[in-house]
């Protein structure tokens, strides 16, 4: 079955940049997307990338996808303290998303 | 104002109890949805609801009805609840259909079964 998987935690200092790194099995997947889960809050779209794309970049935010390997990543850039939350990789099925556990990004000053 | 508002936020129930869970929108989006994030944290969506048509995840119990009185709400009805229900739901709801549109979660309700 799907599957998606992400390391838990990750910790950067403010300034550098972050990667976060995910793993999934569907091949068919068409989108595969970031999400954000700031504290308390509810899950919020990110960004996405087009199964036929190898990078997006989208201000301080780069998805890099390899499709042959399976692997996609999320690279912030300039990591600021309001960037700490947990971030979920999702691969998209038929009709269905499939979420990672969530990396958690811990931002220190 | 919060755009997609769920509640209770936690729910404590004996097994075999019938119990629901509401979800209310207030972005005008046409689709909705339930996510069940089960005790290894993977969370998986379980219904979409799109202009009263109701699209089903194979996977989920019949248990398991969604109820939509309107666009705005989409309402959770958990029946013979059974200790492996126990799980977070996340409620959200999206433009359209489209993954790739922005879809907005709510803050999750807690469900425990004892």
């Known amino acids: 079955g799907e599957d998606v998987e992400q390391s838990l935690f990750l910790s950067v200092r403010e300034g550098d940049s972050s990667v976060i790194n995910c793993t999934y099995t569907?091949?068919?997947?068409?989108?595969l997307y970031w999400y954000k889960q700031e504290p308390g809050a509810g899950l919020q779209l990110l960004t996405y990338?087009?199964?036929?794309?190898d990078m997006k970049q989208d201000q301080r935010l780069t998805v890099l996808l390899n499709k042959k390997d399976k692997h996609l990543s999320l690279r912030i850039a300039d990591t600021q303290t309001g960037d700490s939350a947990i971030y979920f990789c999702?691969?998209?099925?038929?009709?269905?998303?499939?979420f990672g556990k969530g990396t958690m990004l811990l931002v220190s000053p | 104002d919060t755009a997609v508002s769920q509640t209770p936020k936690y729910l404590v129930t004996q097994m075999g109890n019938d119990k629901s869970i509401k979800c209310e929108q207030n972005?005008?989006?046409?689709?909705m949805y339930w996510y069940k994030q089960d005790s290894k944290k993977f969370l998986k969506i379980m219904f979409s609801?799109?202009?009263?048509?109701?699209?089903i995840n194979e996977t989920v119990p019949n248990r398991f009805s969604p109820k939509s009185p309107d666009k705005a709400h989409l309402n959770l009805h958990i029946n013979s609840l059974e200790l492996g229900d126990s799980a977070v739901y996340f409620c959200?709801?999206?433009?359209?259909?489209?993954?790739?549109?922005?879809?907005?979660f709510g803050q999750g309700t807690r469900l425990t079964v004892v």
């Open positions: 999702a691969e998209e099925g038929y009709s269905t998303l499939t």
């Open positions: 972005l005008g989006h046409d689709t």
């Open positions: 569907d091949s068919s997947s068409t989108y």
């Open positions: 990338i087009f199964s036929n794309m």
């Open positions: 959200a709801s999206s433009p359209d259909l489209e993954f790739n549109t922005e879809a907005f």
């Open positions: 609801y799109n202009n009263k048509e109701l699209i």
